[in-house]
C-alpha cells in the first residue's frame, strides 16, 4: 500500500472521532521520571499536547485519560487545567473503560481515536477506530497503528494528533483563525 493511500485511509478514520483517549505517561509526557532525594516523582508536559486537547474539546471531541499508573499530581492538576471531565488511573482493563465511555456518550469504536506508545496501550488501540502511534512507541504499538506522528511522546505528539484530526474534519483553519484572533485560554 502506498503511503498516499495509508494516509487518505488514516484521514478518513480520523474524520469519525468523537472521542479521542489517551494514556498520560508516555504519551503526554516523555518517557521520563525525575525523582528527589525523598523518593517524589516529577513528571513534565508539553505544553503544545495541552493545547491539542483543549483544541479537540473547542472543536467538540470529547477526550478521556485512561492512566494505567497511580496518578501523580501533576497528572491531576493537568487534567483540571485542561478542564477535563473524565480522567481514569489505575485503570486495569482499558477496554472496560472504553466500553462504559462508549455507553455513556452513544458511540462505536468506529467514533474513538487513541494515541498509545507501550503495551498497555496495545489491546485498545486494536479496538478503536482510529489508532495512532508515537514515533517513540513500541513496535508493536506502531504495527495496529493507522497513524504514527513524527513527534515523541510528551514531546508534541498529543499535539500533531489534534492538528490532523482538525484538518481531516475541515476545521483545521477556522480554528487556526479563531485562536489568532481572540487566543485560547
Known sequence: ????????????????V??????????LTPNVIFCDVEGQRRYSFWHMDGFGDLSLTANGIKIAY?????IDEEGLFR??????????????????KLEQLKQEYNLTNEEVGCLGAEITDLKLMKTVGFAV?????????????HYITK????????????EFILNAIGKWEEW???????GYK
Open 79 to 96: 487534567a483540571k487545567e485542561l478542564k477535563l471531565d473524565k480522567f481514569y488511573y489505575r485503570v486495569t482493563d482499558k477496554i472496560s
Open 176 to 182: 487556526v483563525e479563531k485562536v489568532t484572533k481572540m
Open 151 to 162: 513527534a515523541p511522546g510528551g514531546r508534541g505528539a498529543m499535539r500533531e494528533v489534534c
Open 1 to 16: 500500500m502506498s503511503f498516499e493511500k495509508d494516509l487518505e485511509i488514516a484521514k478518513e478514520k480520523a474524520r469519525k
Open 66 to 70: 485512561l492512566d494505567t499508573t497511580s
Open 18 to 27: 468523537k472521542l479521542f483517549v489517551h494514556d498520560i505517561h508516555g504519551v
Open 133 to 145: 502511534a508515537t514515533s517513540d512507541a513500541i513496535d508493536e504499538v506502531k504495527t495496529v497503528a
